[in-house]
């Protein structure tokens, strides 16, 4: 049986599917109609594997379609978290040959970086620099275990956190020398 040749079932759920997937669609990251096709498609496939004496739409048409739309918005969530770019995977692999050129620049560059750094965190004031090196170790501990080893409330480590970045951040920005203007001074 074809779908088109009824047509009070494509008015009855024609402006419903178009609501429902309006909603859906920004929450799925797709396009609204996309999501109206495919309800659609999951519609002439739900009639065509069924039996012979089948009804000749589901017996709660509204409820049927509400669901079918939360389904294929749950698949589009799912399918795009799997999904990679071609072109993405290229740039990463264009990427490590270009770190495996310059491995050893790379390597200086990174141990010279982390050197200011750790310079800069222990040249911060008060429990800062025990703060710092707790978050920057290897170690990746949690910010229980981080209280717990400072001697100091879970709940007053952000504050403490929150503070310290900016104190060196302030730090860093007075001794990275502002940019010139490359070949433009006078």
């Known amino acids: 049986m074809d779908l088109l040749k009824e047509p009070d079932l494509l008015g009855e759920l024609g402006p419903l599917l178009s609501a429902e997937a309006a909603a859906e669609a920004p929450g799925a990251g797709v396009d609204a109609a996309d999501l109206e096709q495919a309800v659609w ?17 589901p ?24 999904e990679v770019a071609y072109d993405a995977r290229r740039h990463v692999a264009d990427d490590r040959r270009a770190h495996s050129a310059t491995a050893p620049e790379a390597a200086l560059l990174h141990g010279e970086s982390n050197r200011a750094l750790r310079s800069a965190v222990a040249r911060l004031p008060g429990r800062c620099p025990e703060l710092m090196g707790a978050l920057l170790s290897p170690r990746d501990l949690t910010y229980r275990e981080i209280a717990g080893e400072l001697g100091i409330s879970q709940g007053s480590l952000g504050p403490v956190r929150s503070r310290c970045l900016g104190c060196l951040r302030r730090m860093l920005a007075a001794e990275v020398a502002a940019p010139g203007l490359w070949g433009k001074e006078r």
Request: aromatic letters at 2%; a positive charge.
């Open 59 to 82: 017996e709660e048409p509204a409820r049927w379609l509400r669901r079918a739309v939360r389904a294929e918005a749950r698949l589009a969530r799912r399918r795009a978290r799997r």
């Open 41 to 57: 498609v999951r519609l002439l496939e739900r009639r065509r594997h069924a039996p012979d004496p089948a009804p000749a739409h």
